[in-house]
């Protein structure tokens, strides 16, 4: 039965048993309050039920956006004929309330906690050269071997210079005095490949190109500490279906590549 018109059909009889100095205005002022919260309650559910639809707005880092968020971005409005999609790729932090985004798919540890969010992966990183450079050069056997090896390190976002690398319990620090620093990760694979030096990269952005990978791992068991990626967004209560399915979707994107790289 629907709760809503079960109450409303309700109000009058009690009214009449009661009398009308027992039911007195404070009684109805408290019942009002009653359907319109059910209404309230009814159109929210209907909200987060159903085909998504609509126009998505979406924000997220430039290279993260390149490498993994536009893919998504392909497939969800393949599945989904009735959305549109508005991404901004931006390395500002957007503050996604005010600027109108659905939500915003972030890199790192998260700072808002006024935000709700949702842990769509993690990034797994790992020491990258292309063949001709190991050739050239040889292939270093310990993170102490480094030193004599040319560098490429990644510059943005705090990063200071240090390469922390781990195997099972042992843990190495690398002072990297590179021969190229560059603030893209993308740029930084791309002068790997082009055989400048060893490059410490998100292995996403390096085995999951499959045949077009020309890169070979170095020091293999060995890696740096594994970084989260969430999807961030202004509620959970009531989430819109073309939010949750777009999460849902890099849940599962983020799942199908992870599998794939660690295979």
């Not at 990183?125 to 450079?133: M, N, Q």
């Not at 819109?240 to 979707?249: G, T």
């Amino acid at each position: 039965m629907d709760t809503g018109w079960s109450v409303v059909w309700e109000v009058p009889c009690a009214e009449v048993a009661l009398g009308p100095h027992r039911f007195d205005m404070r009684h109805r002022a408290l019942v009002m309050g009653i359907l319109a919260s059910v209404d309230e309650v009814r159109l929210a559910m209907q909200h987060t039920q159903g085909e998504p639809r609509g126009s998505l707005r979406l924000t997220c880092g430039v290279e993260f956006g390149l490498a993994a968020v536009s893919g998504w971005i392909a497939d969800y409005l393949e599945r989904y004929p009735q959305v549109q999609v508005d991404a901004d790729f931006t390395n500002r932090v957007v503050d996604i309330v005010h600027e109108g985004f659905d939500l915003a798919v972030r890199v790192g540890p998260l700072s808002d906690s006024s935000l709700a969010a949702r842990r769509l992966g993690t990034l797994s990183y790992g020491l990258y050269a292309s063949a001709d450079y190991v050739r050239r050069k040889g292939e270093p056997a310990h993170p102490a071997d480094l030193a004599q090896h040319h560098l490429i390190a990644f510059s943005g976002g705090g990063h200071q210079g240090t390469w922390l690398l781990r195997r099972d319990d042992e843990s190495q620090l690398v002072q990297a005095q590179p021969r190229l620093r560059v603030n893209n990760s993308l740029a930084a694979r791309d002068a790997a490949r082009r055989g400048q030096g060893i490059a410490l990269l998100p292995r996403l952005i390096v085995e999951d190109a499959g045949a077009g990978n020309c890169l070979q791992r170095v020091l293999a068991d060995w890696s740096a500490p594994q970084v989260a990626v969430h999807a961030v967004f202004a509620s959970a209560r009531y989430l819109a279906p073309k939010v949750r399915e777009f999460i849902d979707l890099a849940v599962s994107k983020f799942d199908a590549g992870a599998s794939s790289v660690h295979r």
